[in-house]
């Protein structure tokens, strides 16, 4: 089984702030792990995955992901909130061999202050 | 088309009728998803097909939902007798991979159903 949890349903950072979201998984085998990006009545878009090789993974738009398996995290960043970045991000994560049934995260909506 | 579609965007149906939802995945395509996000909450999956066959109905939450692909391309998901509860976005996404892992799943932009 494989779960993700997502810590903060809102964050607020002000333009030009690092934006940190946050998210642990849980996961029997080795994970394939997801961010992705939904603005309003918008559908999913990708912004980055890890597979595997490299932990740190960039994406668009200027954000990257650490994969820490020691912590069993995947937390997204960005060192400069742009008021563009205001949307809902959901982590995922899916299993390598099989089809791809993801199970997603319950989101964070990023809120950015001018 | 260049991506997913879906139709109708938006449907508000009446407690008790039926309703269809069309998802015209992306040209090739051989897996398809159904998920289903609540308000506030994170898609959830409801049904996976690979070309014509169904090989995951796990997440469907009950007998009044089908879902069908007959032709390999076209899906459409079906809910009978529509209860408040199924009030939701219904995303589909495919996939060019049959065997999973790191392909990325393009998703639609979703049909938001009201029930009333």
């Known amino acids: 089984a494989q779960s993700v949890t997502q810590l903060g349903s809102h964050v607020s950072v002000s333009e030009g702030a690092l934006v940190l979201l946050r998210c642990n998984y849980s996961?029997?085998?080795?994970?394939?792990l997801f961010w992705y990006v939904q603005y309003p009545n918008q559908g999913l878009q990708l912004l980055l995955k890890?597979?595997?090789?490299?932990?740190l993974v960039k994406g668009i738009n200027g954000f990257e992901a650490e994969f820490k398996k020691s912590e069993t995290s995947f937390h997204l960043t960005k060192p400069s909130a742009h008021m563009s970045d205001a949307a809902e991000y959901f982590c995922?994560?899916?299993?390598?061999?099989?089809?791809?049934?993801?199970?997603f995260g319950t989101g964070t909506k990023l809120q950015v202050i001018p | 088309g260049a991506g997913v579609s879906q139709s109708p965007r938006y449907k508000v149906a009446k407690r008790g009728q039926d309703v269809a939802l069309r998802c015209d995945p992306i040209?090739?395509?051989?897996?398809l998803f159904w998920y289903q996000q609540a308000l506030g909450q994170g898609p959830e999956f409801l049904t996976y097909?690979?070309?014509?066959?169904?090989?995951?109905k796990s997440g469907l939450p009950s007998d009044r939902f089908f879902a069908e692909r007959p032709e390999g391309s076209v899906s459409t998901l079906k809910i009978q007798r529509t209860q408040q509860e199924d009030s939701a976005v219904y995303l589909c996404?495919?996939?060019?991979?049959?065997?999973?892992?790191?392909?990325?799943?393009?998703f639609g932009q979703g049909t938001r159903l009201t029930v009333v």
């Open positions: 097909f690979q070309n014509e066959a169904q090989l995951d």
């Open positions: 996404a495919s996939s060019s991979s049959q065997t999973g892992g790191a392909t990325e799943a393009f």
């Open positions: 040209s090739g395509h051989v897996s």
């Open positions: 996961s029997s085998v080795p994970p394939y």
């Open positions: 995922a994560v899916t299993r390598p061999k099989g089809y791809q049934k993801v199970t």
């Open positions: 890890y597979t595997t090789g490299a932990t």
